[in-house]
């Protein structure tokens, strides 16, 4: 067996790991972490080309590999003729009205979330799990902007009640870089935008994880102005890359760390109201003949020809 069609074997199990389609930085990221393969540019320019190979041939196919940094915005419209088409499209929507009245999950809750991660590449495996809990997720890459953070600090301002508290998770990179970013979040949504909150907690990564894990490290940039401030505070001079999380890992960790600011009791009486609330509509929906009035959109078309 050649070392190429060993890595591609490799690359295959790292994406037979996750349920969504994943950024070549992803698999490289993971092939470190698991696969012992050599953390430098060499290899990762090697796993690119053998990629690029893989779909050319068809052995991988081209919808499994994802490009956040270049998307294709589309601008299409469902559009009707008729209105008799409309209306019998509308038909599922109504008779099941009732499935889409919500409670906010976070109804009644003391305790407010928001998760922030580092990595642009990772954001399809953090929006799962905040679309999931109902919680803002802020995809940072990088350095956030001025603009993100103002947007984020005035929406939790508007949104907060006063008895509200706020809790900040963030998610990056272990190197001087990923440290700095998190420190310089704190200081300017306190400093700049005048956002309270009770706590700010970077989850992941940290120094801990890296040697509990076992994940390989890069050394840190010797470029990086703020290496040496890392090296004061940790004592190495490295770098690991949230990638390299294992995904169940990853998940569970976004998962436990929102969870642990959640009332369980209070959030049984929101899905109590929610079942409540959606009997009454189902109940009022009884009373619409929706098949009617699809008959009757049928029928002035038909007078109409």
Request: aromatic share 10%.
């Amino acid at each position: 067996m050649t070392a190429t069609v060993e890595t591609l074997q490799e690359i295959k199990s790292v994406m037979a790991e996750y349920n969504q389609r994943l950024t070549i930085r992803q698999i490289y990221y993971r092939l470190v972490a698991d696969h012992g393969l050599e953390n430098s540019l060499k290899s990762y320019k090697r796993i690119v080309r053998i990629l690029s190979e893989a779909r050319l041939s068809g052995e991988i196919g081209y919808e499994e590999i994802e490009d956040r940094t270049r998307e294709i915005t589309a601008f299409d419209e469902v559009n009707y003729t008729t209105v008799y088409e409309h209306m019998s499209s509308l038909r599922g929507y109504i008779m099941n009205w009732e499935n889409y009245y919500n409670v906010p999950l976070w109804h009644g809750q003391p305790e407010r979330v928001v998760v922030m991660v580092e990595k642009q590449a990772l954001q399809g495996i953090f929006a799962d799990v905040c679309k999931r809990w109902q919680v803002d997720l802020m995809v940072c890459k990088g350095y956030p902007s001025l603009t993100q953070q103002y947007e984020l600090a005035q929406r939790m301002i508007e949104r907060l009640r006063l008895d509200e508290q706020l809790h900040i998770i963030y998610f990056g990179d272990f190197d001087p870089s990923g440290e700095n970013i998190s420190d310089k979040l704190q200081e300017r949504l306190i400093n700049d935008f005048d956002l309270q909150f009770e706590s700010f907690e970077k989850v992941a990564l940290t120094m801990e994880q890296v040697q509990d894990w076992g994940i390989p490290p890069a050394p840190a940039k010797e470029s990086d102005t703020r290496t040496n401030g890392f090296i004061d505070k940790f004592g190495v001079g490295i770098q690991v890359e949230l990638d390299a999380i294992k995904p169940n890992d990853l998940v569970q960790l976004i998962d436990d760390s929102i969870r642990y600011h959640f009332d369980e009791n209070i959030g049984k009486k929101s899905r109590e109201l929610r079942i409540s609330g959606r009997n009454k509509i189902s109940s009022l929906v009884s009373e619409i003949d929706i098949d009617r009035l699809v008959e009757k959109a049928a029928e002035d078309e038909e007078e109409d020809d």
